[in-house]
């Protein structure tokens, strides 16, 4: 399977990096899911259905949440009625929608779930661990047609994250983070074989604070005076951040977990001539 998991989209900016990029990358790279997390998709906060027509319309094939999956109050009736919007598994069973979706490939199917975390993160929900630990026993991966599962872990902690990444580790086909809007520097296939990043970042302007322009935030770090509304979004042009999932055929594992950044503001550093070489060489030492 080959999967792009795209990282919180932010306003504006975010959703016209989905709208300009995915379907070249869909068809370019073959994908056979693309996955974003849309919890700030509508000005910083939530999600709506416009927006999700918008996505699908891109080739985005699931919506994943978080924190802020109820700021638009549509989601309470349309996530009832659109089961590709996948809130956090670990809510209580009554609150609307699943936390989870199978999204049917003609390779067979990639289970999708969204879960959030405890640490230093509100609304306080369940213990994740236990909770997709427990859900996975139905759902084993290369059984009941299941070949990928991929864990977006909306989350504040990297130490959350990393601990859910090695307890699911030969489990899943990966473990992302999502949540903090800056990408981690930590791709990698875990020892038994599970595909893991801390954090995807985000989709939107990468000059501002997490997506917000840097005009709002004047109050919060050099005023300290009560945020009385909420932040304006950024509205420069965007940048897409994810990751690309590759994943063995038989087993359901990651081959390949490699991050993307495409477009807008660049976050890769620049290698002075030479360097590259130095490191490359580094890497040969025994």
């Not at 700030?40 to 985005?60: D, I, M, P, R």
């Not at 004047?218 to 005076?225: I, K, V």
Request: aromatic share 10%; glycine share 10%; proline share 5%.
């Amino acid at each position: 399977m080959r999967v792009l998991f795209c990282g919180d989209i932010v306003a504006r900016s975010g959703r016209e990096v989905i709208k300009k990029y995915i379907p070249f990358l869909k068809r370019k790279w073959k994908l056979d899911c693309v996955i974003v997390n849309g919890e700030n998709a509508q000005h910083g906060y939530g999600l709506s259905k416009g927006s999700c027509e918008l996505f699908y319309q891109s080739g985005v094939d699931v919506i994943t949440m978080g924190n802020h999956v109820w700021d638009q109050k549509e989601m309470l009736s349309y996530i009832e009625t659109d089961r590709r919007v996948v809130r956090p598994i670990n809510f209580f069973d009554t609150v609307p929608g699943k936390g989870f979706f199978i999204y049917q490939t003609p390779k067979g199917g990639i289970l999708v779930i969204n879960a959030m975390g405890q640490a230093f993160i509100k609304p306080l929900l369940d213990n994740p661990f236990i909770i997709i630990s427990n859900f996975l026993k139905q759902y084993l991966l290369g059984n009941n047609n299941i070949k990928a599962i991929i864990i977006d872990f909306h989350a504040e902690a990297t130490s959350e994250k990393i601990g859910l990444g090695f307890y699911l580790d030969g489990r899943v086909s990966m473990v992302v983070g999502t949540h903090t809007h800056v990408p981690t520097a930590d791709a990698r296939i875990l020892p038994k074989g599970t595909g893991f990043l801390s954090d995807a970042g985000m989709c939107g302007d990468y000059n501002s604070i997490i997506g917000d322009s840097l005009q709002s935030m004047s109050s919060r770090f050099l005023e300290r005076t009560p945020m009385l509304r909420r932040p304006d979004p950024a509205i420069g042009e965007g940048t897409l951040c994810g990751v690309y999932l590759e994943t063995n055929d038989n087993t359901g594992l990651a081959n390949i977990v490699e991050p993307v950044c495409i477009g807008g503001t660049s976050l890769k550093t620049q290698i002075p001539e030479g360097f590259q070489k130095d490191l490359e060489e580094i890497r040969t030492l025994k």
